[in-house]
């Protein structure tokens, strides 16, 4: 009788531990759809002010890029269009489409190297995420 209630108590906590903790995550990832993040670590800024900023900025002379994608921009965007602006960079990094070819044959340094590629991509994804992905 005395194991009866011992197990009964056992079980009483642990699920109002289970539901405190499913209540405290679902917390979060509501959150996480709410408040839009934007955070550029050091590695990945200097790829883009290297490589990407040039033209993507608020101050760039053509019109056409800067429609496109606006870093000085990035923070102020709602989450949906923030994670579709992510979207688009992943992709166009992925694909070898930017920075453009006419503009890497004049400036063969700003080329992407393997390494830098593959850092943009996992900060447009991690970014993607963090901010309730596609
Ligand atoms: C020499 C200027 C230049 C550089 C450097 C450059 N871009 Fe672009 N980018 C453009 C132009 C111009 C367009 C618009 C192309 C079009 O619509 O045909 C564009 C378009 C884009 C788009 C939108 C594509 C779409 O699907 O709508 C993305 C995303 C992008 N660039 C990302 C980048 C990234 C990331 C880098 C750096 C790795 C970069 N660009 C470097 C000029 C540049």
Redesign the pocket.
């Known amino acids: 009788m005395k194991n009866l209630f011992l197990v009964f108590t056992i079980s009483a906590i642990s699920l109002t531990i289970l539901s405190f903790t499913i209540k405290n995550n679902s917390k979060v990832l509501s959150g996480n759809t709410d408040v839009t993040v934007y955070e550029v670590p050091a590695d990945v800024q200097e ?2 002010d290297n ?2 900023y ?3 900025n608020t101050d760039s002379e ?1 019109t ?2 800067k ?3 606006n870093f000085d921009d990035m923070s102020n965007l709602k989450q949906g269009k923030l994670v579709g ?1 992510l979207h ?2 992943y ?3 992925n694909d070898g ?4 070819k ?2 890497i044959d004049k400036y063969p340094d ?1 080329k ?1 190297s393997d390494s ?1 590629t593959e850092k ?1 991509k996992s900060w447009a994804n991690d970014l993607m995420n963090k901010n309730g992905g596609l």
């Open positions: 790829i883009i490589s990407c040039g033209c993507h053509s056409k890029s429609m496109k994608l602006k688009r960079i992709n166009a990094v489409d930017m920075p453009l006419k503009f700003k992407l830098d943009l």
